[in-house]
């Protein structure tokens, strides 16, 4: 029996015990008996107060004998405990129930059940944190924000090293139907790339978006009223027909279904994909699909229906139309045309034609294309953009066929310079050289490889370049971290050197090659001299 809406009828409405048996359906006599067991209770009167429930009038007036009464009769908890612990990620309202449930009786105190456990936290709650309802309609206003908890990429080749992937949330504020991807990288052209995912995904825009105070939507934020948003995200506002209306910083009840589903995708998602193994962030995001649209698709609790049903029928024909093309990010930056007939931009290097050798151009490069402007702001070429490091994207016509026709930076210059210095010098640089389809590509590489030689001297890059030619590490990495252990303190000589890192030898050791100092020649039988007196090793 619902014993508070009985007495609302009796006391405030007046009505008779067969009213009251008419209007609500239970027995006249069981509603007689309740009324009668209520005016000789001493511990209930009417109007009731706000803290009673239809539990504790149930044992108050139906209690067995010996039982205790009023307070003493379920154990009580403390509200402000609760919500300190609900700030916990992951941590449910229903999960500290069953921890305090656990417990049991204690000094003949019964726990609470856990609808009364949550309306008495409700009822606290309301009179501690004043909220307020915003009526959702729908296609108006979309929520961003990024889930507290990461998952992470594991690397097959070194089993300790891991890469944190964040997760954005998208949520609509009305169907509460939300899209979700890991991103390793959370950088303004990352934002706008899963922004531009997720409008995909709904299949329109909202006529608002609200995102999470960070740094990539808003760069400043101080008073709400007027908030400064990152240009780029402000373009893809623009691009989309949309406009951003921040949060309030630190109050997340101005994007409650972003932050509800931030917490439905911890508990629900991220924990079960915890100690899933990940190598690639293209099979987590995946995963993470998967269990995002088996989430949308399952009915909301105690409701005949899901996210994606209400998405579908009320929602998304509310939307507003997607632009043609997606907005794109373009990434500006001024770049030199060097001599070896290219630009450098993120580690790779992209062919131009002879014309603009040693000129500035500015570029602006999307997630596909790299867009090369002049200094007078006409579009001159276009690439396709790569991502592998250190590679190059040429187009053939840009690479010159002889090698006398343009600059210094030619192969004949290199292999003359390289001769210089040593034999084995020369035949590193050619092997470099040969590695490219186009010499112009290694034109760098030789160009550093012979700068040592200014640096540690020449005798220490010839032998640098021996040891490098002997293992067939012929290249600019190899040379760069090793020729620091061939430099030589002033007046060093040969075998000073050789004293000092060669092991002993024998009058049976075979010396096929000995460099020579520019001051003082070293014949063999001086060396096995020297080492007959110990002064050799």
């Not at 917490?263 to 079960?272: F, G, R, S, W, Y």
Request: net charge neutral; with cysteine; hydrophobic share 30%.
């Amino acid at each position: 029996m619902d014993y508070k809406r009985v007495l609302i009828l009796r006391f405030t409405n007046g009505m008779s015990s067969r009213e009251i048996a008419e209007t609500t359906g239970y027995g006249k006599t069981t509603v007689n008996d309740f009324l009668k067991r209520f005016r000789e209770c001493d511990e209930l009167s009417y109007p009731l107060s706000e803290e009673v429930t239809n539990e504790f009038i149930a044992g108050c007036l139906y209690r067995k004998a010996g039982n205790p009464v009023n307070s003493d009769l379920y154990r009580d908890f403390d509200p402000e405990d609760v919500h300190r612990a609900l700030a916990k990620k992951g941590e449910t309202l229903k999960h500290l129930w069953k921890k305090y449930n656990a417990v049991g009786t204690v000094d003949g105190r019964k726990p609470l059940s856990y609808r009364q456990f949550c309306r008495r936290y409700t009822i606290w709650l309301g009179s501690t944190k004043v909220t307020f309802h915003i009526q959702r309609f729908p296609g108006v206003n979309t929520e961003l924000d990024f889930a507290g908890k990461t998952l992470r990429l594991h690397n097959r080749h070194d089993p300790e090293s891991t890469t944190p992937v964040t997760i954005f949330v998208a949520a609509l504020s009305f169907s509460d139907y939300f899209y979700i991807e890991g991103m390793t990288c959370c950088d303004i052209s990352n934002w706008i790339r899963v922004n531009n995912n997720a409008l995909s995904y709904f299949g329109g825009v909202t006529q608002t978006v609200t995102p999470d105070n960070c740094k990539v939507a808003v760069t400043e934020n101080k008073d709400w009223i007027n908030p400064t948003v990152n240009r780029d995200f402000q373009a893809w506002a623009e691009h989309n027909g949309t406009v951003i209306m921040p949060a309030k910083v630190r109050k997340p009840r101005w994007k409650p279904n972003a932050e509800g589903h931030v917490k439905i995708v911890t508990m629900h998602i991220l924990v079960e994909m915890e100690e899933m193994p990940f190598y690639s962030l293209d099979e987590l995001n995946a995963v993470l699909w998967q269990k995002m649209e088996q989430e949308n698709r399952e009915n909301f609790q105690g409701l005949s229906y899901s996210r994606r049903d209400l998405f579908e029928s009320e929602e998304k024909g509310a939307l507003l139309p997607l632009p043609d093309t997606p907005y794109e990010y373009l990434e500006r930056k001024s770049v030199k045309v060097s001599q070896d007939f290219s630009f450098t931009f993120d580690t790779v290097h992209y062919s131009m034609p002879r014309k603009y050798l040693k000129q500035t151009l500015e570029i602006r490069a999307g997630a596909n294309k790299i867009y090369v402007y002049n200094e007078n702001g006409d579009l001159i070429r276009t690439h396709e953009r790569s991502y592998t490091p250190k590679s190059w994207v040429v187009i053939p016509s840009d690479m010159p066929r002889e090698y006398s026709d343009y600059g210094y930076w030619n192969k004949p210059y290199f292999l003359t310079k390289a001769e210089s210095v040593g034999p084995n010098t020369k035949i590193l640089i050619q092997r470099v050289i040969e590695k490219f389809e186009y010499p112009v590509q290694s034109f760098r590489s030789c160009f550093g490889i012979l700068r040592y030689a200014e640096k540690y001297g020449k005798l220490a890059l010839e032998e640098c370049c021996y040891d490098a030619v002997l293992h067939g590490k012929c290249n600019y990495t190899y040379i760069s971290n090793t020729i620091s252990m061939y430099a030589r303190s002033p007046g060093e000589t040969s075998v000073d050197r050789m004293s000092s890192t060669l092991k002993p030898v024998s009058k049976d050791t075979v010396v096929t090659g000995i460099y020579k100092d520019d001051d003082e020649k070293y014949s063999l039988q001086n060396l096995l001299k020297r080492q007959e007196e110990g002064d050799l090793r």
